[in-house]
DNA sequence: CTCCATCGTTCAATCGATTGACTGCTGAAG
DNA sequence: CTTCAGCAGTCAATCGATTGAACGATGGAG
C-alpha cells in the first residue's frame, strides 16, 4: 500500500505563517497561556485552511501519550443484544468526544488478546472486554491497565460491571407464579459463562425463596438448537413443566420451534420467557414475552467507570435499571 | 485517566543487554541485515522477556506510517447482515496479521467522517465503508485515501464492492414464477440508498425480460414497520398480487405480521421472499423463504482490493457467487 | 535614563522506535 | 608487514507534534 507523503505538516503550516511550529501547535489546541495578536492567530488559521492541514495523531499521540479512543470486544456481531450496547457505548463516547472501535473475539479467535495488545502498545487509552478471554493470555496483575470487563467476571480482576441477572430471573419467575404456574424448568446457558450462571443461581434462588422447587434444569447452551434439544427434553419429561425460563433469546427461539415440532402448543400448553429482549422478538410465533434488560445503562456506566477510575481502582458495579417484562404471547395462565 | 508509565521502552531493553537501541530494534524485527552473534541475540531476548516489553506501537507507526489496522464502518450493528460481513472481514484481516476496528454510522451521526478522520490522521492504514457519508464530508476528491465502499456506490469515488443485487432479485423472480406466480409485487427499500435502487431496478427488469408486468411497487423503508405498512397497502389494492419480492428481512418480517393482521395466510394466499438471509429466519411464522447472498464473499473481496491497490486505482467489483434461494415455507404455488 | 514586567513568540528537548551510514576489529590474502 | 573484506554492532537523523523555558522588544514606573 502506498501512502501519500504530500499531506502537509505542522511545519508546513508554521512556514506558510511565518511563525514558529510552536505558536501553530499552541493555536490549535487553544492553549490558555499563549499570548498572540490577533492578526498572527488570523494568519495561522488560513494557513491551515488553505493547506488543509489535518494534525497527524499518531505524532500527537506519541507526545502526549493518550488517543482519544476506546475499544470494546464483544463475543459475536451477530447476537443483536451486544449491538444495542455497542450503540449505546458510541454514543456515550461521542459525548465525551472519543471514538469506539469494536471487534468481536469468538473464544479461542486470540482477538480480545489483541485488543488488549492495542491497550499495552498504547493505541487505545482504555478497553471494555464483554468476550470471554483466556485466562492465561491475560496482562499479568502487576501490570495494570485500564480496562473492565462487561456482564462477566475474571477472576483476578475486580473490574466489571454486570447486570443484575438475578433480579431479572426473579422478575420472569414472579410474572409465571402471578399466572398461577408452579412446575417452572430453566433452559440455562453453558456453565463455562459467568452470565449463564448467574442467572441459574438467580433462578434456584428465585425458587426457593418463592417455596417452589424447581421442576427441571437443562442447558440450552445459549443456542437456538441448543434450545430446540432442551425443550425437547422437557417435553418428554413425566412431570413436563407448565412454564420455561430460559436464559436467552435464541435459546428460546429454538426452544418455541422445539415445542412447535413436538406439536405441543405455546402458551396453552406450556409458556416461554426469555431473559434479554430483542427487536425481532414479536416476529416469532407466538410473539415471544421477555425481561428487558438496561442494555444502554450498562453500556454507558461502563464507559463512564473505565474514564473515571485508575487501574488501581476495583470496579464492581451491578445494573438494575430499569428491569422489566415485556409481555407478549408466550405466556399465559397454565392449563387447569 | 492516568497511565501507566513505567512501562519499559526499547532503552531500556538496551541498557540491560548491553546494546544499542537499533539493535534490539533489528533483532525485533528479524532485520536480515543484521550480523549478530549469537549469544548477543540471546542476551536481547532475555532482556526483553525479563522487562515484558512490548513495543510502543505509537511509536513504530509514527516512524513507518503504517499501523497494520484498518477500518469498517457500517450502518448499524443490529442489522445481523451487517454482523456476517464484519465477522468474514475480521477473519481474512487476521490471516494477513492485520486487525480490524469496526463502527457504526447511523446517516448523520457522523461517525462515517470520523473514521475517515482516523485514516487521514495516519491511526489506520485503510478503511471499508458500508454506510452513507455526507457527500459533503468526503475529503476532496484531490486527497486520494485508501479507502472504498461495501454496497454503495458513491459519486465521484469509483472504488466499490457490490452485491449481484439484479442478479439476486432475477433469480427471487424466477423462483415465484416456476411455482407458477405471475401476478408479483415488490416491497422496495428507500430510494436514497443505493443498495434499495439496484434491487428495485433489478426486479424491473427481471419481470420485463420475462414478459411479465409488475402488479405493485410499494416502499418498506428497509424496516419491519415499513414492511408491515407495505403489506398492508398491497392487500388493500383491486388487482391484489400472489406473491411479493421483498427487498430485505425487516421488512419481510413486517410483511408477514401485516398479512397475519390483515387474516391472509402466507403462503396460501399471498407467497413472500425476502433479499437476504439470516438465521433466525426460520424461527419466523411461515419460516421465511430468502435469497442469501455472498456475504462473506464481499467482505473478503474488498477487504483484498483495499490492500491490493492504491488509492488511485479505481475498484468496480461485483461479486455474484454464490447466490442462492434457501427455500422454506412462506413461498408455494399460487392459488387457483 | 534605567530597570523591570509583560507581551508575543521562538527554542529545543522530548515521546519511542526505525534505518541508512558508518566504525572498530579480526583474520586472511598478497 | 600492509591491505582489504567481512563481521558485529554503533551513531545519529528522522517521523510530527507538544510544551516548559527562554528571549527580544515594548512600554510604563521610578
Not at 459475536?76 to 469494536?102: G, M, Q, S, Y
Not at 456453565?191 to 442467572?199: E, F, M, N, Y
Not at 425443550?231 to 426452544?255: F, K
Request: charged share 20%; with cysteine.
Amino acid at each position: 500500500m502506498i501512502r501519500n507523503s504530500k499531506r502537509p505538516t505542522m511545519a508546513d503550516v508554521a512556514a506558510k505563517a511565518g511563525v514558529d511550529r510552536a505558536v501553530v501547535s499552541r493555536v490549535l489546541n487553544e492553549d490558555a497561556t499563549l499570548k498572540i495578536r490577533e492578526a498572527t492567530r488570523a494568519r495561522v488559521m488560513a494557513a491551515v485552511a488553505e493547506l488543509g492541514y489535518q494534525p497527524n495523531a499518531i505524532a500527537r499521540s506519541l507526545r502526549t501519550a493518550r488517543t482519544s479512543t476506546f475499544g470494546l470486544v464483544i463475543p459475536d456481531f451477530a447476537n443483536p443484544i451486544w449491538a444495542k450496547i455497542v450503540t449505546a457505548i458510541e454514543e456515550e463516547a461521542d459525548h465525551h468526544d472519543l471514538l469506539l472501535v469494536t471487534g468481536s473475539a469468538r473464544p479461542g479467535s486470540g482477538r480480545a488478546e489483541q485488543f488488549l495488545g492495542l491497550l499495552q502498545a498504547g493505541r487505545i487509552d482504555g478497553l471494555l472486554v464483554a468476550a470471554p478471554v483466556a485466562a492465561t493470555l491475560l496482562p499479568p496483575p502487576a501490570e495494570r491497565l485500564p480496562w473492565l470487563s462487561l456482564n462477566q467476571r475474571i477472576p483476578g480482576h475486580d473490574r466489571y460491571v454486570l447486570f443484575d441477572d438475578p433480579a431479572a430471573v426473579a422478575l420472569a419467575v414472579d410474572h409465571l407464579v402471578a399466572l398461577g404456574h408452579r412446575d417452572i424448568a430453566h433452559i440455562a446457558g453453558p456453565d463455562t459463562l459467568d452470565s449463564a450462571r448467574r442467572r441459574l443461581a438467580g433462578f434456584k434462588d428465585a425458587m426457593s425463596s418463592r417455596r417452589l422447587t424447581p421442576c427441571a434444569i437443562v442447558s440450552g447452551s445459549y443456542t437456538t438448537d441448543g434450545g430446540e434439544q432442551a425443550m425437547r427434553e422437557l417435553l418428554a419429561q413425566p412431570n413436563r413443566p407448565s412454564a420455561v425460563v430460559v436464559a436467552n433469546v435464541a435459546s428460546a427461539a429454538g426452544a418455541l420451534n422445539g415445542a412447535r415440532a413436538a406439536g405441543v402448543q405455546v402458551p396453552r400448553e406450556i409458556s416461554v420467557i426469555a431473559i434479554h429482549d430483542l427487536p425481532l422478538a414479536h416476529c416469532f410465533e407466538p410473539p415471544l414475552t421477555t425481561v428487558r434488560m438496561p442494555l444502554a445503562e450498562l453500556g454507558r456506566e461502563a464507559l463512564r467507570s473505565l474514564m473515571n477510575t485508575t487501574p488501581e481502582q476495583d470496579v464492581t458495579a451491578v445494573i438494575s435499571e430499569p428491569i422489566e417484562i415485556i409481555a407478549r404471547a408466550s405466556t399465559a395462565p397454565p392449563r387447569t
